[in-house]
């Protein structure tokens, strides 16, 4: 059964930086893509950047230069640097993966974290 733990989040002033991190459990960050992605109040859930298998990683324009994904492959974790953060930047993190049996695929996703940023 995959699992995704997601933890770091809290309250942090402008400019300030967090670090998030996604634990997995059943499959392996470092064979299958994973994903973070954040929903504010009354908004849509967006993506916000993936890291894929080879280890290349991708982001929305709005946290280009400002958020980091990396993973730690015996920790089988995926870390969201976020420095430099913006009240806009306040929503619940998500992260994402996918897998599959054969050639079913099924998504999964961790419960969230709160991130809030204060003016």
């Known amino acids: 059964q995959v699992q995704l733990v997601e933890s770091g989040g809290g309250l942090v002033q402008l400019g300030g930086s967090l670090r998030l991190s996604c634990a997995a459990s059943g499959t392996s960050v470092r064979n299958n893509p994973v994903g973070w992605y954040r929903q504010a109040p009354g908004k849509q859930r967006e993506w916000v950047g993936s890291?894929?298998?080879?280890?290349?990683?991708h982001y929305r324009d709005a946290v280009k230069g400002r958020f980091t994904i990396s993973r730690d492959n015996a920790q089988n974790t995926v870390y969201l640097q976020m420095n430099s953060l913006k009240p806009e930047d306040t929503a619940v993190y998500y992260c994402?993966?996918?897998?599959?049996?054969?050639?079913?695929?099924?998504?999964?996703w961790g419960q969230g974290t709160q991130v809030t940023v204060s003016s």
């Open positions: 994402h993966t996918v897998s599959n049996r054969g050639s079913t695929w099924y998504e999964h």
């Open positions: 890291i894929n298998a080879t280890g290349s990683s």
